[in-house]
């Protein structure tokens, strides 16, 4: 049987307790499809801090490095919130992002059937819902330099960041993008601010460049404000979208709402080889964690990312998306997608009925 | 009688036609209230590449600044979509704000009740969003330098942009944003990226000093992506909103989309002395220029914010804004805003009907 080493960083908040259920989800489908995983468990982000000081350990990260693929629970709480810049819990994922070299962020958002409900826009507009948001994920305005704070000519504060993309970073992330359109739906909608930003004026010139390597796939552009407005008015226009790492920020989370559903999305980042980082799009939620009130489902798809994306396991991968559309099916539901009529449960329950429809 | 210069930027695509229904609601409504207009009308944008080669000519920028305020229709259009830089209609929007430090562009997304079907939104979500969003206009990546172009280290292309703030540009926002606040509901929600970004951490740093003036503001703080988030969820929970000029371009726009009808919602951008400019937040919509189509309410409202933050001319102001509520109310409605049981119009039989209405 085949073996794979994974590492975990459950981190911070619901960290640790959806990443329990994903291991127990990983166990038992791995027992099924003759995959045997190793797990690892290290520190990162707020709880890397407590433990050891820093927010990525280099014990984490070379455990990371060496391994097959990174699964991560949640970062970050109030408790850090105050600390300086390097200390920060998300500083950690950022050195994480950057140490792994993951530069192609993949954040599926998809309106699934049966929560249409859990969508605060009309049904019509919801239904069908099934997009792909790759974001570049280690350049633009979260790396460039120069950054940090300074005095200006009169002698008052300043604070400063740099937005830079060279063309090999757009050329990579757009080959991303475009080889997801193929496989779906054939529509890439680049996301820039073209008509203010050089960096995005470069972004949308090697964009279109590659562009000629896929004749098959339609390639549009779109300002990131327009952007934020038509994933509000009709998102079901969009097939894969590719923006940079600010936009995508920003994009992915609000498309990620428009499902309805942020406790379910998943999310892999992956980079030209090694392992990827696979994780929930969700935060830490450190006003419900420990309380058995978390959806542990966007770490659970996570995982089936991670298979995916990660290990090429497809039969695997798919089998757990489907025991969580069967969970669902069946009437399971946390909090946060909890409608009429349904059973509400806890994080742990809902990981034990996943477990029976694996 | 009083009188006012008001300098005319029609623009491109519909900024002529509806720039000249506002016209005539403004004449008619200073007939009424005793002020009298003087209208000076300057090409700007596309309109004025096409004319002078540039897109802010010298005579434009110094009619408006001496003018008593502003009032522009919109800019851009595919046609000068692939100018370099400094050739695009764009160009001369950000020439014209920096030209008037206007730094403060004041952003109202409101869900009129006549309108709530026009939401993607569902109804229990969108009825009673009123929100305002203040973005820093003359400031932060739009404007700052370094920007351009280069190559690096290995030879290949860079395109770069400088998010820099300095604390005085921070400060000077945040007291318009508060003293808007205060007017309002008393809830000012500053948003950032502070936890990864050094623009952004001065940027609370110097919100939060500002807030000791305005004890009786409630003031809090929000990451961009969560925000971006939360307008979808439940925009009902924002009263002001202050953010910087790139995070405000789309978090505004977004907003729009919510209220479901972009082609209603004004905008005012004002400086700290010296004539305010005025624009609708919707664009040039070249698909339908010249199409007797356009909406011209969102222009005719600007101009209510023109009488009422430009001149102090507050009961022309709320001429304005009862007129345009009331024609709503008699079933009159643009293609944009249309719904089953009212009354299709054009832009120029909309004018005329609010006419009725002043
Ligand atoms: C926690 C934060 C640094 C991170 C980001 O901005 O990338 C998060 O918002 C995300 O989207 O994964
Ligand atoms: C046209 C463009 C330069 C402008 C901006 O980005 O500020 C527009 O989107 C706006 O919001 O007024």
Chains 1, 2 share one sequence.
Not at 139 to 147: A, C, H, V
Not at 234 to 246: G, R
Not at 305 to 316: D, Q
């Amino acid at each position: 049987s085949k073996r794979y080493t994974i590492t975990l960083l459950p981190g911070d908040g619901i960290g640790p307790e959806v990443i329990s259920v994903a291991i127990n989800v990983l166990k038992l489908t791995g027992s099924l499809e003759g995959i045997e995983f190793k797990f690892q468990a290290m520190p990162v982000g707020g709880a890397a801090l407590d433990l050891t000081g820093v927010p990525l350990p280099e014990e984490t990260l070379s455990a990371a490095k060496k391994s097959d693929a990174v699964l991560l629970g949640a970062i970050g709480g109030y408790k850090w919130d105050k600390n300086e810049k390097h200390l920060k819990p998300e500083t950690g994922l950022l050195q994480l992002r950057a140490g792994l070299k993951v530069f192609a962020n993949l954040r599926p958002a998809t309106v699934l059937p049966q929560l249409v409900d859990a969508s605060t826009l009309k049904k019509e507009v919801a239904v069908g819902v099934d997009l792909m948001v790759v974001r570049e994920l280690t350049g633009g305005i979260y790396f460039g330099k120069p950054r940090g704070f300074s005095i200006n000519e009169n002698g008052e504060e300043i604070g400063f960041n740099t937005e830079v993309y060279a063309a090999h970073e757009i050329d990579r992330i757009a080959r991303v993008a475009f080889e997801t359109a193929r496989k779906r739906h054939g529509k890439l909608c680049s996301v820039d601010k073209a008509n203010v930003l050089e960096s995005s004026i470069l972004w949308r010139k090697r964009v279109t460049a590659i562009a000629s390597e896929y004749p098959d796939v339609e390639l549009s552009h779109m300002y990131v404000d327009n952007a934020a407005m038509q994933l509000v008015r009709n998102p079901k226009q969009f097939d894969t979208i590719v923006t940079n790492n600010i936009f995508g920020d920003i994009l992915s989370d609000e498309a990620s709402m428009i499902t309805g559903s942020i406790g379910m999305l998943p999310s892999a980042s992956l980079g030209e080889s090694g392992p990827g980082l696979f994780e929930p799009i969700h935060g830490s939620a450190p006003d419900i964690a420990g309380l058995d009130k978390a959806n542990p489902l966007a770490t659970v798809l996570s995982a089936a990312m991670l298979l995916k994306y990660g290990l090429g396991e497809e039969n695997a991968a798919k089998r757990i998306e489907t025991a969580v559309l069967d969970t669902l099916s069946r009437g399971y539901r946390t909090g946060d997608i909890y409608s009429d009529g349904n059973k509400l449960v806890g994080c742990k329950e809902m990981g034990e009925e996943v477990l029976k429809s694996v």
